[in-house]
């Protein structure tokens, strides 16, 4: 979708900004652009909508060479969220969301249509906000109205410089929150400009870190994590890379245990010594139907006479969704001062997670993406199998 062909831009003054730089960008896909400050990614980004021209090379849009296409109708094809926003401060929210298809010739009451649809998609109630002015809206709201006047004509190209950088860490986060929501159904193709690798990493499909004018390295957020191919690189994603690295490896099927299990409408003394004579000391129990219900303990179960499992299992609050990042099933652990979390699918039980696993899913994924295959065809020595 978005294609840089050996581009070089060096200003007056002879800097050089960007240095023969070649990379794509797929149809739908999101690709942040990461590096320190002065690294070039502000003038890598200017380019593809012609604020800033190559000094050599080549880009394309959608197959296009955009030296080639006028720039008012090129930026029309290409929303632009900044930092600072740029609202018009005389106007109403729903006015400065309606800007851009107001401009390429919407009927009025169509280009507002729109505009309260888009402003309802990033949060914001059209019908309390639409008809404040911009200095009526804390920061966070100006960003979502920045990023809902960007996709009101339908750009099917969306770039984004600093987009969450002024607003505080705990809104920043349920900003990116709600765009990578949204971002899951418009899959509009993005290229994000950031310095922070935490953002970079929870929001890019791939990332390319800058060094001086050049991509270091170009990869999705766990190969960068987990590979990083130079130095510069590993220094930039810095010394926690595996801890950070655990919010981008998702829980598989494969990474799980099967626990000793027990059925709700077993008997428990006779569940007790099912489990005692595997070495047990407690069980999942499920319903018919293999859902979560519980856990109970060996010895209550035993004690407990010709009762059911039923009614001596404790409800557990310990589980994740499958496809959950690992981070999530540590953070989960940790709340519940567990040592495994359930795994479930829907309601239903698929085993446990525990530190060991946790570790195992982790390694297997870095050596996955070093060898570039799926994780269940990584071999692993682990030391409990020694
Ligand atoms: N108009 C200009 N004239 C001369 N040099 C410029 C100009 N614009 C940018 N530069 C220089 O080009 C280099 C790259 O700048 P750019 O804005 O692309 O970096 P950046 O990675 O986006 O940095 P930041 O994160 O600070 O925004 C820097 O050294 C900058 O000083």
């Known amino acids: 979708m978005i294609r840089f062909e050996r581009v070089t831009k060096r200003y007056a003054d002879g800097t050089t900004a960007v240095d023969d730089l070649s990379f794509e960008v797929a149809e739908g896909e999101l690709v942040t652009l990461v590096g320190p400050s002065g690294c070039g990614k502000t003038t890598t980004m200017m380019m593809i909508n012609r604020l800033i021209e190559p000094t050599e090379g080549k880009i394309f849009v959608d197959g296009e060479d955009i030296s080639q296409v006028d720039p008012v109708q090129l930026r029309r094809r290409i929303g632009y969220v900044i930092q600072q926003v740029g609202l018009f401060p005389h106007r109403t929210i729903l006015d400065n969301t309606a800007t851009v298809p107001a401009l390429v010739g919407w009927k009025r009451a169509k280009a507002k249509a729109r505009a309260a649809e888009l402003l309802d998609?990033?949060?914001?109630?059209?019908?309390?906000?639409?008809?404040?002015?911009?200095?009526?809206?804390?920061?966070?709201?100006?960003?979502?109205?920045?990023?809902?006047?960007?996709?009101?004509?339908?750009?099917?190209?969306?770039?984004?410089d600093e987009p969450f950088g002024a607003v505080d860490p705990v809104v920043r986060e349920q900003l990116q929150d709600q765009f990578l929501e949204m971002q899951a159904s418009v899959r509009k193709t993005v290229v994000m400009v950031t310095h922070d690798i935490e953002e970079a990493v929870r929001l890019g499909d791939r990332i390319a870190v800058y060094g001086q004018g050049r991509i270091e390295q170009f990869d999705s957020p766990g190969?960068?994590?987990?590979?990083p191919a130079t130095p510069y690189v590993a220094e930039f994603?810095?010394?926690?890379?595996?801890?950070?690295?655990?919010?981008?490896?998702?829980?598989?099927?494969?990474?799980?245990?099967?626990?000793?299990?027990?059925?709700?409408?077993?008997?428990?003394a006779a569940a007790a010594a099912r489990l005692r004579a595997q070495g047990a000391r407690w069980a999942v129990c499920l319903d018919e139907d293999g859902d979560l219900h519980g856990w109970a303990g060996v010895d209550e179960l035993a004690l407990a006479g010709d009762a059911q499992v039923g009614e001596l299992a404790h409800r557990m609050n310990s589980w994740v969704p499958v496809g959950a990042p690992l981070k999530t099933a540590f953070g989960v652990m940790?709340?519940?001062?567990?040592?495994?979390?359930?795994?479930?699918?829907?309601?239903?039980?698929?085993?446990?997670?525990?530190?060991?696993?946790?570790?195992?899913?982790?390694?297997?994924?870095?050596?996955?993406?070093?060898?570039?295959?799926?994780?269940d065809q990584v071999e692993f020595d682990s030391v409990s199998d020694a």
């Open 121 to 160: 998609m990033v949060g914001l109630d059209p019908k309390k906000y639409g008809s404040r002015y911009p200095d009526q809206l804390s920061g966070g709201q100006r960003q979502r109205v920045g990023v809902a006047r960007a996709l009101a004509a339908d750009p099917p190209v969306l770039l984004m």
């Open 223 to 227: 190969a960068v994590l987990g590979n």
């Open 237 to 268: 994603v810095g010394a926690d890379r595996g801890l950070k690295r655990l919010s981008v490896t998702r829980i598989e099927a494969d990474d799980l245990e099967e626990p000793p299990l027990a059925r709700l409408d077993e008997s428990a």
């Open 334 to 375: 940790l709340q519940h001062d567990a040592g495994w979390v359930a795994v479930l699918d829907g309601a239903r039980f698929l085993g446990v997670l525990t530190p060991a696993k946790l570790h195992e899913a982790l390694r297997r994924s870095v050596d996955a993406d070093a060898l570039g295959v799926s994780r």
